[in-house]
């Protein structure tokens, strides 16, 4: 089937010019909530740059990442499947570098995009697999990869070593975590931007896995520090540092919390500028569809204070809840005479609709086999837009959690490894957007429909067992 598959897309990529395909450049943040962009609500410093970009195309206020963590979001994002048929369901290490490799047989959205005639590359964080692995990035449709392979490894900034495609690159100055020489964000923006130059004559689809504001709060002590250092109130945190016994996956302290966050999201919305500027620079401009998001909701590690920021936005929980602000995200498109411009969308997606999007703006088949759906009739404003029936996200930590989102209506459900039948929380989203009242008991046919839902959409992994037998 997977053959078929990709046999269909190089006929269907034939049929496109160099020309008449749009570029692609998929922007993902990492940990940045709803919140956290000037654009959906933030006060406490400004994103001009990601602000512009949702501006000139089409915002979307009720869009969803695959799950509340790292990997399983991600390879929602790559697979277009929600968490209860992705291969990838967790965070499951694998030594002595790198998370449980996706498989081999599993058809991703970047070698979709690879046989319709696409130059692809990654420059971020993978977590899909470790060098050498069925999941290693150069074996799922990636033309040229640079960055952290490992997630773990991710959560230093000043790490020993980054990965360029199946070549360990090592940092001299950041040896043995003993010293602060080379700040990787700088370092993979740098590789990204050189890359769209590189291939500017060609098709190329580029997703820029950014790490910032991942948990360890740390970043140069330049201008755009010093603009925040002293504007807020700071309680500073006691981590790992860097030096003698310092381990890959803490966080190092840091003085000035708040100042640092502030100074890493303005960093990468100055990457996003950065970005911007270098399509036009390149006349691309308008012939590359711009997608902006991240992949769950904001994190408490390392000295964040989301509450203090309202990262969240109106909304209740951070990383880890399936609650609306560890899932619910910004997510912006910008595609100059095909987007229109300052339009806003309510439609319900997730990152599983990305696969089937960029397949059809790509003039590649549909995937065979996806939870997702296109969006083009929305971007487009042609055609009627099919919706989805309802949502389903699950997460595999804190004694499990399930959600389903199916309309106006909510269910979560808590402790679901070793309860699988715990009565569901039910909320009402029209009403009650920050889910603040749980009306389960006033509403018990919704709250079984749902937790029916639940368990029709779940589909269990030998990898990753949501309800493992006794």
């Known amino acids: ?18 020309q008449q395909r ?55 994002l790559m697979t277009g499947f929600h968490t209860g048929h992705t291969f990838i369901r967790g965070n499951k290490e694998i030594a002595p570098e790198g998370q449980q490799p996706i498989a081999d047989s599993v058809l991703t959205v970047l070698e979709v995009l690879q046989q319709a005639g696409y130059t692809t590359g990654v420059f971020g964080k993978w977590a899909l697999g470790p060098p050498g692995s069925e999941g290693d990035p150069l074996r799922q449709g990636v033309n040229e990869f640079y960055g952290y392979n490992c ?45 769209m130059q590189a291939h500017r004559n060609q098709p190329f689809a580029v997703f820029l896995t950014y790490t910032l ?15 925040f250092k002293g504007r807020y109130p700071e309680h500073p945190y006691k981590g790992n540092d860097y030096g003698k016994g310092a381990t890959v996956a803490g966080y190092t302290s840091q003085a000035y919390p708040r100042a640092t966050f502030a100074a890493m999201i303005t960093r990468l919305d100055l990457f996003v500028g950065q970005v911007m500027d270098q399509l036009k620079a390149l006349g691309l401009d308008k012939n590359t569809i711009v997608i902006f998001s991240s ?12 509450a203090f920021f309202h990262s969240a936005g109106p909304f209740r929980g951070v ?40 397949a059809q703006l790509a003039g590649a088949a549909p995937p065979a086999h996806t939870d997702g759906i296109s969006i083009v009739p929305s971007l487009l404003g042609k055609g009627r837009q099919p919706v989805h029936d309802f949502l389903y996200w699950e997460f595999h930590e804190d004694g499990g959690r399930q959600a389903v989102r199916q309309g106006r209506w909510k269910a979560v459900r808590l402790d679901a490894i070793a309860h699988p039948d715990n009565p569901v929380e039910l909320y009402d989203l029209q009403n009650d957007p920050g889910e603040k009242k749980n009306i389960a008991a006033t509403h018990p046919d919704i709250a079984q429909r749902l937790s029916g839902l639940m368990a029709a959409s779940h589909v269990e992994s030998p990898l990753f067992p949501f309800h493992p037998r006794p």
């Open 213 to 227: 504001p991942h948990a360890e709060l740390l970043v140069p002590d330049d201008s755009i520090f010093q603009r």
């Open 1 to 18: 089937m997977r053959k078929i598959f990709l046999l269909a897309a190089m006929l269907c990529a034939q049929l496109l010019s160099a």
């Open 295 to 306: 992949d769950n909701g904001p994190h408490v590690e390392g000295g964040a204070d989301p």
């Open 22 to 76: 749009p570029n692609i450049v998929f922007i993902l943040a990492d940990d940045l909530g709803y919140g956290d962009v000037s654009v959906n609500g933030q006060t406490r410093f400004t994103t001009p740059h990601i602000d512009q970009l949702a501006a000139e195309g089409m915002r979307f206020t009720q869009f969803y990442a695959g799950t509340s963590v790292c990997a399983p979001s991600r390879a929602s």
């Open 151 to 195: 997630q773990r490894q991710a959560h230093r900034y000043y790490p020993t070593h980054l990965w360029q495609n199946d070549v360990k690159v090592e940092l001299p100055g950041n040896a043995a975590l003993s010293a602060t020489g080379t700040y990787s964000p700088d370092l993979i923006h740098a590789k990204a931007l050189a890359f």
């Open 319 to 358: 990383k880890r809840d399936l609650y609306e602000g560890g899932i619910r995200e910004p997510f912006f498109v910008r595609w100059p005479g095909h987007v229109a411009a300052h339009r806003q969308s309510d439609f319900v997606g997730g990152f599983w609709d990305v696969m089937p999007t960029l």
